[in-house]
Structures are given as C-alpha cells and as structure tokens.
C-alpha cells in the first residue's frame, strides 16, 4: 500500500487525495507516542480493496485516520481527536475512491481504552458505507452504527470485511498486553511481551501467548 497523506484541517477533519503531500510511516510513527495500525479488505462495489485504521495517541490526544487504497486515487479520511474537542468524538465524513462515494462514520464518544493503547476496546464504531451496504464495521455498537448509517441490516449485524495484519507501535512501559488473532477466523489469543531490564547490560524481551512464555 502506498503512505498515508499527512494533514490535518482546524477542524480536525481533512480529505486529501493524490495531490497532497505525502508522509512516510515512519515518520508518522515518529510523531505518535503510540500507534495501532490494522488493514483489512473489503468489497466496494465487487472489487476488492484494502482499507487501513490507524489509532494514535500523542501527547496532544487521540487520532484516528482511515485510508482506502485505490490503485488509481487514493483517499483518505483524517480525524484528530483532542481532549478538549468532544463534538470532534462523533460525525461522519464522505469521500470518494473507486469511482463511487464512500460515507464515513464514527462515535467515539463513550468509547473505553485498554492501559496504554489508543486503540478502542468497547463502547464505540468505525463504519464505512457504499450505496447503503456497510462494507467496514469496527466496535461493539453495531446496532448504533445501522440505524446512524441506515445501511441494510442484514442478520447477523457484520460486515464482510477481512481482517488482514495489525501493527503496533507502543512506547513508555515495560509490559504490553494485547489480542491477537493468527489466521482469519482463528481464535483470539492474549499476547503479552515484557521488557527485562534487570540486567541493564544484557536487557531481554519476553513475549507469552496465553500466558505460556514463547521465547526470550
């Protein structure tokens, strides 16, 4: 996939397309203290695509940025979260990939995070729609998400999106939790890596699924 563009509005919402300036991951996990990255792929319109979520915490707050891939316009939708911009934790944004317009969605509002992680682990929806079929749900409030993006509700309340890779970028503890999922519809582990640094000399790495120690 190509980098995301870099650029944020006053109003903490920005659309930018190919014309825009571009910003290499590392420079933005430079910029992020803490940065959760997931792509997964998705049907627009019969053709596949791939979209990625990236959360972000800084010391200036949370961000969440949605990009869609277009081998021929890539788009993205921005959305900078501060803690002084509540209005900012909800709204919905359109942009246009594929030839078609793509509605964006997002309550974050209520939303509660695990220690450390700007990812969202409840209370919360990402959903992007496309002539009313969701083609991207994230978060627990799916029944929220429909009636918000009056999409067809077809039983169970899901989309069809496969999720692909994650990548995160943590900063400032010794241990870090997560989930993690090794196949498309395997089963959730609890994954767990600790930083030994008794030894400041020889400092050590310790990474354990479900608890059961995998290498140091």
Known sequence: MRDFPSCFSENG??????????????TVTKTAQNLVTCLYQCRIRGRS???????????????????????????????????????????????????????????????????????????????????????????????????KTNASAILPLTSSAVFVAKREHLSGKKVFSTKAQFCDNGQVHDLVLECDTIGVSDPCLMVRVDRKRCCR
């Open 49 to 147: 695509c791939l979209i990625t979520v990236s959360w972000t915490k800084t010391l200036m707050g949370l961000g969440l940025a949605l990009g869609i891939d277009d081998s021929s316009h890539h788009c993205l939708c921005r959305v900078e979260i501060k803690p002084w911009l509540f209005s900012k934790k909800k709204g919905s944004r359109s942009l246009e990939a594929y030839s078609c317009k793509i509605d964006v969605y997002w309550d974050l509002s209520s939303a509660k995070f695990g220690s450390g992680s700007p990812e969202p682990q409840q209370g919360f929806y990402v959903a992007a729609v496309v002539d009313k079929q969701m083609i991207l749900l994230l978060g627990d409030m799916t029944k929220e998400a429909f009636k």
């Open 13 to 26: 919402v920005q659309v930018a397309d190919s014309s825009s300036s571009f910003a290499s991951s590392s």
